[in-house]
């Protein structure tokens, strides 16, 4: 693999950092904040993922104006990733749904999506201690970084 970036904001808990983390170690990746990258570097990257906790049903907005300033490229490989309250195959298709669809329209090819539970105390919550307390955990992490091996197989060949 060559050359690979991270772009993720992590607000609350740190808990989408602390994935990205374990899969920039597999996949040897910088980790940039959306306000540390100019849309004009992404194409210098072989891969990029794209990541953020889910608000309102959505990644972060600061990775969403990224990708509406991205330019357009010819099938460049991405990744997309979140932390979120409540998770599930459906909805991880669903809250991934605008920033792949902004990807996509500008010629990036997505080849994978990840989702796991992530410490939440947004709104009401924080009146009843959260939920996903400890979440991330070592098996969020063991999966994540399960995930960022087959990133690096399927990138390799």
Do not use: W
């Not at 459906?90 to 990840?114: M, P, T, V, W």
């Amino acid at each position: 693999m060559k050359k690979v970036l991270m772009v993720v904001f992590s607000y609350h808990h740190q808990n989408t950092e602390k994935i990205a983390k374990t899969m920039a170690d597999v996949l040897n990746a910088q980790i940039k904040t959306p306000q540390e990258i100019e849309p004009e570097e992404i194409p210098d990257y072989d891969l990029v993922g794209f990541g953020s906790g889910i608000y309102s049903a959505k990644h972060d907005e600061s990775l969403l104006g990224l990708a509406d300033e991205l330019l357009k490229v010819d099938n460049k490989n991405v990744f997309l990733f979140s932390t979120a309250g409540i998770t599930g195959k459906s909805k991880a298709s669903k809250d991934h749904a605008i920033l792949r669809e902004k990807l996509q329209s500008k010629g990036y090819n997505i080849l994978d999506e990840f989702q796991c539970k992530g410490f939440n105390t947004n709104s009401f919550l924080k009146i009843f201690g959260g939920m996903n307390k400890g979440r991330p955990n070592s098996r969020d992490i063991q999966h994540a970084e399960e995930f960022a091996v087959n990133l690096k197989r399927i990138t390799e060949t």
